[in-house]
């Protein structure tokens, strides 16, 4: 039998790694706001022919557009973030681009957002989050409330819950740093069906507890817990497993607009399932034993 939450020292230092990490780049760099949050357009030009981005980003200068954003999403795709233009524009614009890169250019995809909107986005989207902790917080204190403490448990699920949106968020700040890469309002949807990927594992897990700890399978809470996460393990892999089959298929073969949604939901599957194994049901034993300076344990002074 595998033990998990014998090794559970190494899970916290690998968490508190990867917070350390999203601390400092979200304090250096932050994200990139896309369209939906400050406002603008965001057109997606499709090219019959190769065109590099130093190209188009020359003939976008030329055409007055020498503040675009410009990305290239692969496949001749490429994502431009400019001020507010019309559709019609946009199409004028492709026609324009087609006729001086000589090959022809078609506008693929048209989006327009105020700045006073994208603002109000970007408020609605930390006010979806918060509920939705808060949300699920209530839920699990509920499922479990026969059991001991039961805000307990819920507790710790919504602190795993956050520690996978907060490295989600810290990936996507690096992206932007080094590949331009903008978060909107499909960032924003990714991150809360993460939150419900990543609570439905962790229910499962301490529903297995649960179960066990009626059961009387051990005196030691740790074992119990120990041994719920290997029962359950092989259903938490297969899940992320064949969820993740599909997504990449979405991020292969999908349109070029949906690749960073599909992104989010492959790094909260991943770190999701991660969490809920290392994460959520050792931070139970901590709790449940007081162990608190098991979480501090990998420092060199707690030695």
């Known amino acids: 039998m595998i033990d998990f939450v014998g090794k559970k020292r190494w899970f916290f230092l690998a968490s508190a790694i990867a917070t350390l990490v999203g601390i400092v780049c979200l304090s250096v760099f932050g994200l990139k706001p896309g369209t939906d949050f400050v406002g603008g357009t965001a057109i997606t030009f499709h090219f019959s022919e190769p065109v590099e981005q130093s190209q ?28 507010e233009v019309s559709s019609a524009e946009a199409n004028d614009l492709a026609e324009a681009l087609g006729t001086e890169l000589g090959c022809e250019a078609t506008v693929e995809d048209y989006y327009l957002a105020s700045p006073r909107v994208g603002a109000e986005t ?66 924003i949807t990714g991150l809360l069906a993460v939150v419900g990927y990543s609570i439905n594992n962790t229910v499962v897990i301490f529903d297995r507890i649960r179960e066990n700890m009626g059961k009387h399978i051990s005196s030691d809470f740790a074992e119990t817990v120990n041994s719920s996460i290997v029962e359950t393990l092989g259903r938490s892999v297969n899940t992320a497993l064949t969820t993740l089959f599909v997504l990449v298929a979405l991020f292969l073969f999908g349109g070029v607009t949906i690749h960073y949604f599909v992104l989010v939901l492959m790094l909260g599957v991943v770190i999701g399932t991660y969490s ?26 707690a030695k």
């Open 56 to 83: 188009l980003r020359e003939e976008m200068t030329s055409l007055g557009y020498g503040d675009a954003m410009i990305q290239n999403a692969g496949g001749g795709y490429f994502l431009v973030h400019l001020g």
């Open 122 to 187: 970007a408020w609605d989207a930390v006010i979806a989050v918060a509920i939705a902790a808060v949300a699920m917080l209530v839920y699990i204190a509920w499922a479990f409330r026969r059991m001991p403490k039961p805000f307990r448990w819920g507790t710790c699920a919504i602190i795993a819950l956050v520690h996978d949106v907060f490295i989600v968020v810290t990936v996507f700040s690096i992206l932007g740093q080094v590949a331009g890469v903008e978060v909107d309002a499909m960032f």
């Open 276 to 301: 809920s194994i290392c994460i959520s049901s050792q931070l139970l034993v901590v709790w449940e034993k007081r162990q608190w300076g098991q979480l501090f344990s990998w420092l060199p002074f």
